[in-house]
């Protein structure tokens, strides 16, 4: 398997950073409750839920570029960042299904490819190693569908601006999802590697 960089610069909890992405965390129900409003007969909050979505984006940027900046890198916050990623992931899938704007098809594709990394995940662990690193594909699947959800809500309505924010969504949703197993094929093809040599040395 690929060792990545693990360099940890602290241990400490409350840092700018890991604020950052708690926050993020919990703009996550906040997220999915604005989007589901309509669906139990309150009023459409698209527009928030769309600003709540570019917050998490924003401080998504911040608290990797400042744990950087200011070593700050810590083990809380490798947990953090992706789990908020993933968080948003399931919560924009979630709510968007529902109120049919995503196929199902869709939505268990991606469901699909995170069930497949967790069993992955629990195989490193049985070897006593942890969660793979976030890789370049993965990140880049990730930033891919975090504009093809919001560019999807957009799209539920009519005129001309709904229409033109379909067309660039579906492609990022296209784009993010191929990426998005790519990246958890190479993950499985990590594991293979590792759990051959595990098997090999004893």
Same mark, same amino acid.
């Given at each position: 398997?690929?060792?990545?960089?693990?360099?940890?610069?602290?241990?400490?909890?409350?840092?700018?950073?890991?604020?950052?992405?708690?926050?993020?965390?919990?703009?996550?129900?906040?997220?999915?409750?604005?989007?589901?409003?309509?669906?139990?007969?309150?009023?459409?909050?698209?527009?928030?839920?769309?600003?709540?979505?570019?917050?998490?984006?924003?401080?998504?940027?911040?608290?990797?570029?400042?744990?950087?900046?200011?070593?700050?890198?810590?083990?809380?916050?490798?947990?953090?960042?992706?789990?908020?990623?993933? $968080?948003?992931?399931?919560?924009? @899938? &979630?709510? %968007?299904?529902?109120?049919?704007?995503?196929?199902?098809? =869709? /939505? !268990?594709?991606?469901?699909?490819?995170?069930?497949?990394?967790?069993?992955?995940?629990?195989?490193?662990?049985?070897?006593?190693?942890?969660?793979?690193?976030?890789?370049?594909?993965?990140?880049?699947?990730?930033?891919? $569908?975090?504009?093809?959800?919001? @560019? &999807?809500? %957009?799209?539920?309505?009519?005129?001309?601006?709904?229409? =033109? /924010? !379909?067309?660039?969504?579906?492609?990022?949703?296209?784009?993010?999802?191929?990426?998005?197993?790519?990246?958890?094929?190479?993950?499985?093809?990590?594991?293979?590697?590792?759990?051959?040599?595990?098997?090999?040395?004893?």
């Amino acid at each position: 398997m690929e060792v990545q960089e693990t360099r940890v610069q602290t241990d400490r909890v409350l840092t700018i950073p890991n604020i950052l992405s708690m926050a993020r965390l919990a703009g996550v129900p906040l997220f999915l409750w604005l989007i589901l409003l309509p669906v139990f007969g309150g009023p459409k909050s698209d527009g928030w839920a769309l600003l709540v979505l570019m917050l998490s984006g924003i401080s998504d940027y911040l608290d990797g570029k400042l744990a950087r900046r200011w070593n700050q890198i810590s083990k809380l916050g490798r947990l953090l960042d992706p789990a908020a990623d993933r $968080l948003y992931i399931l919560s924009t @899938l &979630l709510g %968007l299904t529902w109120r049919e704007i995503l196929p199902l098809w =869709l /939505a !268990a594709a991606l469901l699909a490819r995170e069930l497949m990394l967790l069993v992955m995940v629990g195989i490193l662990r049985r070897y006593g190693y942890p969660p793979p690193q976030v890789n370049f594909l993965g990140k880049a699947a990730t930033f891919n $569908l975090m504009y093809a959800f919001p @560019l &999807l809500l %957009l799209s539920d309505g009519t005129g001309w601006l709904p229409s =033109l /924010a !379909a067309i660039f969504g579906w492609a990022f949703a296209g784009w993010g999802t191929t990426l998005y197993w790519w990246a958890g094929i190479l993950y499985v093809v990590q594991v293979r590697r590792l759990v051959k040599a595990e098997t090999a040395a004893d």
